[in-house]
């Protein structure tokens, strides 16, 4: 009677924890570490100065607007 209810209690937390959808290849947890990675490789890849990259990218909303490039737009710190 034990095990019964052990193994009910599995097949619950692995349905309700929505397993195939979250940690399968491609699944949340998987397209938000490709994002993070992206990310991180953009960092690195700034050519523009500390006072260059304030001028144009210090302000999220006007990436586009004043043209930060792509690679620098997720500059942490210059």
Do not use: N, Y
Not at 10 to 18: H, N, R, S
Not at 20 to 30: A, L, M, S, V, Y
Not at 43 to 54: A, P, Q, T, V, Y
Request: hydrophobic fraction near 40%; charged fraction near 30%.
């Amino acid at each position: 009677m034990r095990w019964r209810r052990v193994f009910t209690f599995m097949v619950w937390l692995v349905v309700a924890t929505g397993c195939p959808e979250t940690w399968r290849e491609g699944g949340t947890i998987d397209r938000a570490m490709a994002q993070d990675i992206e990310e991180e490789l953009h960092r690195h890849d700034c050519f523009l100065s500390k006072e260059e990259w304030e001028e144009k990218c210090e302000v999220p909303a006007l990436w586009v607007k004043l043209k930060c490039p792509h690679q620098c737009r997720f500059r942490a710190a210059p």
